[in-house]
Every structure is written in C-alpha cells, then in structure tokens.
C-alpha cells in the first residue's frame, strides 16, 4: 500500500521541511519488487493556510534580516512551467470547496536555492544578497533579492493551482503507476542483460565450451540462489547422458544436500516428456527447484568434443528457501538465452 511518512532518510532528507509529509510508494513489477518512489511536498492542512494556501514568510523573512542563511539548504519552492498561466484560487475559499472550482494544473516545477551571492565582480549587492534559484526541468533563475525570493516562497502547490486530495482512489491509482513502472524496469533489466550477453557471445574465437560458460555464468547474475547450473547433452537413442559444462557456484554447501533428484534425472524428464514441453521446474527435497530447459539447435548440430548427442538442455539447481518460486521474469529471461546460445 501506499504509506505517508512525516519523516524521511533518504538521499534528500537535507531537503525535507517541516510538517511537510513524504509518500512511499511500492514499485512491483511482474515478477519482483524493484524500489520505492518517494513522493514530497505533501502539506498537511494545519500547516497551510486554507484561506489563500499560502506560506508564511514571516520565519524566512526573520532568517534574511538576521543573515542567518542555512534555510538556503533546506527549503523548496514552487513555481508553474513558463507555459502554464497562474490561477490563484479565490481567498472566500473555505475547506469544504473542492479543489475542481477552479483550474487545476497537472503539474508545477520544485527549485532549490543552489548559491548565495554577496558580491558581483567584487561589489557588494545593494540591499543584501542575491539568490540563485535552480529549477528541476534545468532552469536557473539568477540574481533574485530578498523579495522575490519572499514571494517565490509563499506559493505552495495548492495556492497555484496543483492539489489533490491523498484519498483512495488517488492511492489505487499511484499503486498502479508504481506497477507500470516496475514492469518498465524489468522490461529494461532483461534488454540490457541480452545486450550485454550478445555482446559476449560475439567475440572471435570463443569454442562451444567458453560461449556455454559465459551464457551460465550471465544466468546466474539474473538468477540469484542458484547451487549449480551446467549444460547437459542427450543421446534419445541410447538414452544416455553427460554433463558438458558445468559451473558450481554453492558446490560446498550442495554436497551437504540429499535430493530425490540429479541434473540427470531431470534432463531425462524433459527430453522423453509426451507433452513435448521445452521448459520444466520439478520441486524437490530442501525447498529446491529444479529447472530444465532445451536448446532449440540446428539439425546435425554435434558438440565439438562429441557427437553422440543431439539434444541439449541447461539444467538448474536452486534453493528457493529465501527468494520463493522461480518468476516469470526469470523463466523469461532463461528462455532468452537459451535462444541466443541456440543460434
């Protein structure tokens, strides 16, 4: 769920005001939990006039004349794109008006006080500093004295025109830009994890057996928790079987282990399967998973150093103790590369 938290620790919390409220919510993609999206600005009522919702400069003001300047490193300001026209709600308006009795923007431009200028060229400004203002779509307003800078302050996002209620129906509708956007990450994840692997395979002078390792090596970077993954090839024929390349990252903690099943056995299961199935997962003792795909290889294809084999599948060993039951994102990215190291 979406949760609102008046406190924050992230890499921004330098920027984080007073009664100013931030809201956390899940970024969740198909498979997998990808981050959290931090959303600021949120003001409580209490802190915000509801006559004309603006700030009060009154403490800002006070820090200027006292040349007190350590508010440059905390406070926001708000201001409409160059586009947009200001529409400043009425000041009868009371909290039972909604926010739809006049225009609302969709969206305002936050701006940080990113230097505090005494002196041009040497010369002292007349009538205090100046401030220089750096936008978020890159703008930089420069050489703002005190009382722009006042005026620049009082707007909140509510006085130009850019509110919504936190309710329900504005929560459902986060929690499904935060799943949209998880479903976006994952989608970018196994692009570039393709395009890294291609670029890999395509180098001269790679044998069967170096382009197989590097192809199980980048599934175990996608693939966490895995005790063993190897290249397994098949002879239907004599139904015989051997392990041609073979990579053990937890080979220690797996000999300690007993199975009902091996690589074998599964390889076994996958090739002689009535259904034709190209792709199996067999649970097994010690919250395992076995996973068996096949290579979809050109007809003759033999291995270099045999060729008593004309099927071949990759075959995994993976604890799912802590991560739970394999995700279609992985399943997808598996069947990725095994189409790539067919070709």
């Known amino acids: 769920e979406a949760i609102g938290k008046s406190k924050s620790r992230s890499v921004v919390a330098n920027r984080f005001a007073v009664n100013e409220s931030v809201l956390y919510v899940p970024i969740i993609g198909k498979s997998t939990p990808q981050g959290v999206m931090e959303i600021y600005g949120l003001q409580s009522s209490e802190s915000v006039p509801l006559g004309n919702f603006q700030r009060s400069d009154k403490v800002l003001r006070a820090m200027i004349n006292a040349k007190d300047y350590k508010f440059s490193n905390t406070i926001r300001l708000w201001r409409l794109p160059p586009s947009s026209i200001p529409t400043q709600p009425s000041t009868t308006d009371t909290p039972q008006r909604s926010s739809a009795s006049y225009h609302v923007h969709s969206f305002l431009l936050a701006g940080y006080i990113t230097e505090v200028c005494f002196t041009k060229k040497g010369v002292p400004y007349y009538?205090?500093?100046?401030?220089?203002?750096?936008?978020?779509?890159?703008?930089?307003?420069?050489?703002?004295?005190?009382?722009?800078?006042?005026?620049?302050?009082?707007?909140?996002?509510?006085?130009?025109?850019?509110?919504?209620?936190?309710?329900?129906?504005?929560?459902?509708?986060?929690?499904?830009?935060?799943?949209?956007?998880?479903?976006?990450?994952?989608?970018?994840?196994?692009?570039?994890?393709?395009?890294?692997?291609?670029?890999?395979?395509?180098?001269?002078?790679?044998?069967?057996?170096?382009?197989?390792?590097?192809?199980?090596?980048?599934?175990?970077?996608?693939?966490?928790?895995?005790?063993?993954?190897?290249?397994?090839?098949?002879?239907?024929?004599?139904?015989?079987?051997?392990?041609?390349?073979?990579?053990?990252?937890?080979?220690?903690?797996?000999?300690?282990?007993?199975?009902?099943?091996?690589?074998?056995?599964?390889?076994?299961?996958?090739?002689?399967?009535?259904?034709?199935?190209?792709?199996?997962?067999?649970?097994?003792?010690?919250?395992?998973?076995?996973?068996?795909?096949?290579?979809?290889?050109?007809?003759?294809?033999?291995?270099?150093?045999?060729?008593?084999?004309?099927?071949?599948?990759?075959?995994?060993?993976?604890?799912k103790a802590s991560i739970g039951a394999t995700t279609p994102l992985e399943l997808s990215m598996l069947e990725s590369v095994a189409l790539e190291i067919s070709r």
């Not at 090839?233 to 282990?257: C, D, I, Q, W, Y």
């Open 127 to 319: 009538g205090g500093p100046r401030y220089k203002v750096t936008w978020e779509n890159g703008q930089v307003d420069e050489e703002l004295s005190a009382k722009d800078l006042l005026e620049l302050y009082k707007q909140t996002p509510r006085s130009l025109g850019c509110c919504n209620t936190l309710d329900n129906d504005l929560s459902s509708k986060l929690l499904a830009v935060g799943q949209l956007t998880g479903r976006i990450i994952e989608s970018q994840k196994l692009k570039y994890f393709l395009k890294e692997l291609r670029a890999s395979i395509n180098r001269k002078h790679l044998s069967y057996h170096g382009l197989t390792e590097i192809a199980l090596q980048a599934i175990m970077s996608m693939m966490s928790k895995i005790r063993d993954i190897s290249l397994v090839g098949f002879n239907a024929a004599s139904n015989s079987h051997r392990s041609l390349v073979e990579v053990f990252p937890a080979k220690t903690a797996k000999a300690s282990l007993v199975f009902d099943f091996s690589a074998f056995d599964i390889a076994e299961r996958l090739m002689t399967s009535p259904k034709k199935e190209s792709l199996i997962i067999v649970p097994d003792k010690n919250r395992t998973d076995w996973i068996a795909i096949e290579l979809k290889v050109v007809e003759n294809f033999y291995w270099a150093t045999s060729g008593d084999f004309q099927k071949f599948c990759i075959i995994i060993n993976r604890d």
